[in-house]
């Protein structure tokens, strides 16, 4: 089947000294109407799928686009950084390095995601967020403001990430060696729990710790969550 898209001859040099060529639609698709003008790619492997590139976006270096995604407005796809599934990336947002945005994310405003980090479910990244290493988004997650999320944690649930005193993450103890815990701040007020597929709030962690092996190591770790977001 041929590409809904082509190359036009309408060109531009990104600041990071990249030509870029502008798309246009070769037929009626999910996101454009046939003969509609798109953003800028570098080269066709670029842009797959029924995934667009709208605006004056810009997309770049092994950087891909690609299922029914969309990045439009001012952002910025590179790197080896993928876009997919159903996310939506606008704005001014940067997705760089070998992140990923996929299923029904979105990336937003001024917000930056690189390093290895993956946004997915129905998460949002937003405002001036950053987030970088290997950082993963999941659920209903919201990370918003000046948030920075570094290193290694997972959020998911219906964590809100404002600050980064709004997360704290756990690694090496017990059944959680190879995978981090982390805590967080959740919407409606709680803390939540998760590690790998575990989820749970913390009082919900706190009532099953005599049940897991190392107990009392999860019981100083409950104290230390307290006493990050002043629960005690």
Known sequence: MDEHFKLTEETRVNEAGVTLHR???????????????????????????????????????????????????LACVYGNARVLDNARVYGKAHIGDYACVGKDARVYDNACVGGMAYVGGQAEVYERAEVYGIVRIEGEA???????????????RQALVEHI?????????????HDPLTAFREKNGEIGVLSG????????????????????????????????????
């Open 23 to 73: 798309i246009v639609a070769t037929r009626d698709s999910l996101h454009a109407k046939a003969g509609q003008l798109g953003g800028f790619i570098e080269k066709e492997e670029n842009l797959g799928g029924k995934a667009w590139v709208d605006g004056y976006a810009e997309v770049w270096g092994e950087a891909l686009v690609f299922c029914h995604a969309y990045v439009g407005g």
């Open 165 to 177: 005193g709004d997360y704290c993450v756990f690694q090496g103890f017990g059944q959680w060696k």
């Open 142 to 156: 919201e990370v918003t403001g000046h948030a920075q999320m570094l290193g290694w944690a997972n959020i998911g």
């Open 197 to 232: 597929h575990y989820s749970e709030t913390l009082e919900g962690f706190a009532a099953q710790i005599g049940d897991m092996p190392s107990g009392r190591t999860f019981q100083a770790i409950v104290e230390v969550i307290k006493l990050n977001f002043n629960l005690n």
